[in-house]
């Protein structure tokens, strides 16, 4: 998870770094050839520009407690943007960042996409308890997820059907008969 500070055009110009050569430094990453060196000056540029921080596999517990922690002022995270949020506070109590000097975390996903994460992290007995503590848990797509979660589709038969020269309407009709039957 990296946490930065816009760096504007201006700047990249002023450290001499343009698209051209930003692009360039991209296709070298792409191809796996050696390293890019960065110039030594718009090293310098990202570092006054960037504060880069990191959540490891082995922090899941705080994680948790930072889901639980909004949850309970209410607003329930889902588990990447909790990584998200619990770097920038880290950030914040690490680089001594003022008070006043805003952190933007976007979240990605809505936390019912988690929901056994989300009763893991909150405490909760099921699934379903979890979705049922979200503020908009009747909502159609809320509900489509979890049952998505809790029934998934049945991918790896579809795909091991459709072949090229088959009729795949048909193929993915009889899916859908099946899926349908399954929830009456």
Same mark, same amino acid.
């Given at each position: 998870?990296?946490?930065?500070?816009?760096?504007?055009?201006? #700047?990249?110009?002023?450290?001499?770094?343009?698209?051209?050569?930003?692009?360039?430094?991209?296709? /070298?990453? /792409? !191809?796996?050839? #050696?390293?890019?060196?960065?110039?030594?000056? @718009?090293?310098?540029?990202?570092?006054?520009?960037?504060?880069?921080?990191?959540?490891?596999?082995?922090?899941?517990?705080?994680?948790?407690?930072?889901?639980?922690?909004?949850?309970? !002022?209410?607003?329930?995270?889902?588990?990447?943007?909790?990584?998200?949020?619990?770097?920038?506070?880290?950030?914040?109590?690490?680089?001594?960042?003022?008070?006043?000097?805003?952190?933007?975390?976007?979240?990605?996903?809505?936390?019912?996409? @988690?929901?056994?994460?989300?009763?893991?992290?909150?405490?909760?007995?099921?699934?379903? #308890?979890?979705?049922?503590?979200?503020?908009?848990?009747?909502?159609?797509?809320?509900?489509?997820?979890?049952?998505?979660?809790?029934?998934?589709?049945?991918?790896?038969?579809?795909?091991?059907?459709?072949?090229?020269?088959?009729?795949?309407?048909?193929?993915? !009709?009889?899916?859908?008969?099946?899926?349908?039957? !399954?929830?009456?």
């Amino acid at each position: 998870t990296t946490t930065t500070t816009t760096t504007t055009a201006e #700047e990249c110009a002023a450290g001499g770094v343009d698209g051209a050569t930003i692009a360039r430094w991209m296709a /070298q990453l /792409q !191809r796996g050839a #050696e390293p890019v060196q960065l110039p030594a000056h @718009f090293v310098q540029l990202l570092q006054d520009a960037c504060v880069v921080t990191s959540v490891r596999d082995h922090e899941a517990d705080g994680v948790y407690a930072t889901m639980r922690c909004f949850h309970d !002022r209410g607003y329930t995270l889902d588990p990447h943007t909790s990584v998200g949020v619990r770097a920038a506070l880290r950030t914040r109590a690490r680089h001594t960042l003022p008070p006043d000097q805003p952190i933007v975390c976007m979240g990605c996903a809505h936390p019912s996409k @988690f929901a056994a994460v989300l009763a893991q992290a909150l405490g909760l007995a099921s699934v379903e #308890e979890a979705v049922a503590a979200l503020p908009n848990a009747e909502h159609k797509w809320v509900r489509r997820g979890v049952e998505l979660q809790t029934h998934p589709l049945p991918s790896a038969s579809i795909t091991a059907h459709l072949q090229q020269g088959q009729d795949w309407l048909a193929i993915l !009709r009889t899916v859908v008969q099946d899926i349908s039957q !399954r929830r009456q």
